[in-house]
């Protein structure tokens, strides 16, 4: 079915290895061997039993876990930029702080989906999450000591990025492998850890950090992060892995047109979508539309918004399509985020970051599923899926940086823009891809 090349094998301690389920290399669907996952993203779903069902909805709360203390913590990276800027990095500028939180999130994405995709079909499922959850919250440990910028970049961008970017993939990886009519949703449920974690962690740092001062509100943050990654450690475990090793890069796929124009749609998306997150808080303090208590809030507000874009547009993705929903809700933020300067108001920044949270949740959840459905060869989907979250990262590593420069040199004006053109021209390449797939048909899933 898929071609395979040559790839080297991981070799870890025995301890960390899943057991593996084999499939019977004797079955064949179309006169073709028939690949352990790939029948895996056809046939798992939950239908073996209370145990079976258990075991699943287990998946869901772990990947939760994993997902408020990876992307989670990312969101909360719009708190330190406002702190660093007014206090501990107060030397620097935006742009040279955005940079942390952008490699933070860079890795998350990079190391999460090309990285870590042969560690995970090697079948060492809980040694990521060991690892991942012992480098995240021994960066954010570490973060809480620092005094220099490139201290910063060494613990919290780096070292928490790493370690987040080998949480993301469990996370992911094994919803196929339990859902199937349900997929989009479950996986737009576990998702939503990510919104609440945006919400619980920049509370926790702006109620903390006046009282016991940034080491020890910091330090909370790492402590929850321990005890909140004990679920994930007692409960993720793969259904099945593959038979054979997927191989790192699949250069097939990059003659399917449709694919290629969905990964530009996510590289634009992604350079954009954090943009507010970063900065609305400060510009609405800055030209006095709010107090500085209720300017830290808009980022708790654009988080929580986000639980709902997390899930509500998921459920309707099993039934209209991935790309479907993708279109409209990007070309959605690049609308609103043009709009952006144009607030005046605490109510309209607040309404503002209400649409705007609750139309990018969407994005983090929905790409997996999309990638299922785009990729021409299902038993090389964690390949194709691993392929896209590299392309993708370049877009969230430079996106906020430039914002940042644009700041400096037009004022909010600049991110705004810039943040909407991104979206905009992320919405036609998916749109693109759509009509790639399916041809110029109105009514169809895809």
Same mark, same amino acid.
């Given at each position: 079915?898929?071609?395979?090349?040559?790839?080297?094998?991981?070799?870890?301690?025995?301890?960390?290895?899943?057991?593996?389920?084999?499939?019977?290399?004797?079955?064949?669907?179309?006169?073709?061997?028939?690949?352990?996952?790939?029948?895996?993203?056809?046939?798992?779903?939950?239908?073996?039993?209370?145990?079976?069902?258990?075991?699943?909805?287990?998946?869901?709360?772990?990947?939760?876990?994993?997902?408020?203390?990876?992307?989670?913590?990312?969101?909360? &990276?719009?708190?330190?930029?406002?702190?660093?800027?007014?206090? %501990?990095?107060?030397?620097?500028? #935006?742009?040279?702080?955005?940079?942390?939180?952008?490699?933070?999130?860079?890795?998350?994405?990079?190391?999460?989906?090309?990285?870590?995709?042969?560690?995970?079909?090697?079948?060492?499922?809980?040694?990521?999450?060991?690892?991942?959850?012992?480098?995240?919250?021994?960066?954010?440990?570490? !973060?809480?000591?620092?005094?220099?910028?490139?201290?910063?970049?060494?613990?919290?961008?780096?070292?928490?990025?790493?370690?987040?970017?080998?949480?993301?993939?469990?996370?992911?990886?094994?919803?196929?492998?339990?859902?199937?009519?349900?997929?989009?949703?479950?996986?737009?449920?576990?998702?939503?850890?990510?919104?609440?974690?945006?919400?619980?962690?920049?509370?926790?740092?702006?109620?903390?950090?006046?009282?016991?001062? &940034?080491?020890?509100?910091?330090?909370?943050?790492?402590? !929850?992060?321990?005890? !909140?990654?004990?679920?994930?450690?007692?409960?993720?475990?793969?259904?099945?892995? #593959?038979?054979?090793?997927?191989?790192?890069?699949?250069?097939?796929?990059?003659?399917?047109?449709?694919?290629?124009? &969905?990964?530009?749609?996510?590289?634009?998306?992604?350079?954009?979508?954090?943009? #507010?997150?970063?900065?609305?808080?400060?510009?609405?303090?800055?030209?006095?539309?709010?107090?500085?208590? %209720?300017?830290?809030?808009?980022?708790?507000? %654009?988080?929580?918004?986000?639980?709902?874009?997390?899930?509500? #547009?998921?459920?309707?993705?099993?039934?209209?399509?991935?790309?479907?929903?993708?279109?409209?809700?990007?070309?959605?933020?690049?609308?609103?985020?043009?709009?952006?300067?144009?607030?005046?108001?605490?109510?309209?920044?607040?309404?503002?970051?209400? &649409?705007?949270?609750?139309?990018?949740?969407?994005?983090?959840?929905?790409?997996?599923?999309?990638?299922?459905?785009?990729?021409?060869?299902?038993?090389?989907?964690?390949?194709?899926?691993?392929?896209?979250?590299?392309?993708?990262?370049?877009?969230?590593?430079?996106?906020?940086?430039?914002?940042?420069?644009? %700041?400096?040199?037009?004022?909010?004006?600049?991110?705004?823009?810039?943040?909407?053109?991104?979206?905009?021209?992320?919405?036609?390449?998916?749109?693109?891809?759509?009509?790639?797939?399916?041809?110029?048909?109105?009514?169809?899933?895809?």
């Amino acid at each position: 079915m898929a071609s395979t090349s040559n790839t080297t094998t991981l070799d870890f301690p025995p301890d960390f290895a899943e057991d593996k389920i084999t499939s019977d290399s004797n079955s064949s669907l179309g006169g073709q061997e028939k690949s352990q996952e790939e029948q895996a993203i056809e046939d798992g779903q939950v239908d073996g039993g209370k145990s079976e069902t258990l075991t699943a909805l287990l998946q869901v709360v772990g990947a939760f876990f994993l997902m408020f203390n990876s992307w989670g913590v990312a969101n909360t &990276f719009g708190a330190y930029q406002t702190f660093y800027e007014g206090d %501990l990095l107060k030397g620097q500028t #935006p742009s040279q702080i955005s940079w942390i939180g952008s490699i933070q999130a860079f890795l998350l994405l990079s190391v999460g989906g090309f990285i870590t995709g042969p560690i995970f079909d090697a079948g060492y499922i809980r040694a990521l999450v060991l690892f991942g959850s012992a480098a995240a919250v021994f960066g954010m440990m570490m !973060t809480s000591i620092c005094t220099e910028y490139w201290q910063v970049i060494l613990a919290q961008g780096v070292v928490t990025g790493i370690g987040m970017g080998c949480m993301m993939l469990p996370s992911v990886a094994v919803m196929p492998q339990y859902f199937k009519t349900r997929r989009a949703f479950a996986t737009g449920v576990a998702a939503s850890g990510s919104s609440v974690g945006g919400i619980i962690y920049p509370t926790i740092f702006h109620e903390l950090e006046p009282k016991i001062g &940034f080491s020890w509100a910091t330090r909370v943050i790492a402590f !929850t992060m321990l005890a !909140t990654l004990m679920v994930p450690i007692a409960v993720m475990k793969a259904k099945v892995f #593959p038979s054979q090793r997927r191989p790192l890069f699949d250069f097939q796929v990059l003659h399917k047109l449709d694919y290629d124009l &969905f990964c530009f749609g996510t590289f634009f998306a992604f350079m954009g979508m954090y943009i #507010p997150f970063y900065y609305v808080s400060s510009f609405s303090i800055s030209h006095a539309i709010v107090n500085a208590n %209720l300017g830290f809030y808009l980022l708790t507000i %654009l988080n929580a918004a986000s639980i709902f874009g997390r899930i509500i #547009p998921n459920f309707f993705a099993d039934k209209t399509g991935a790309l479907n929903i993708m279109t409209p809700w990007v070309l959605f933020c690049g609308v609103i985020a043009y709009s952006w300067t144009s607030a005046t108001s605490a109510g309209q920044i607040i309404v503002l970051c209400i &649409f705007y949270g609750f139309f990018s949740g969407t994005l983090v959840s929905i790409i997996a599923p999309a990638v299922v459905g785009i990729s021409p060869d299902l038993s090389l989907v964690g390949t194709h899926m691993g392929m896209n979250f590299g392309f993708t990262s370049l877009g969230l590593l430079i996106g906020n940086p430039v914002a940042g420069i644009l %700041l400096d040199q037009h004022g909010y004006i600049g991110p705004a823009m810039w943040c909407g053109t991104c979206n905009v021209l992320a919405g036609i390449f998916i749109l693109a891809a759509r009509v790639s797939k399916t041809g110029p048909v109105l009514m169809v899933k895809s």
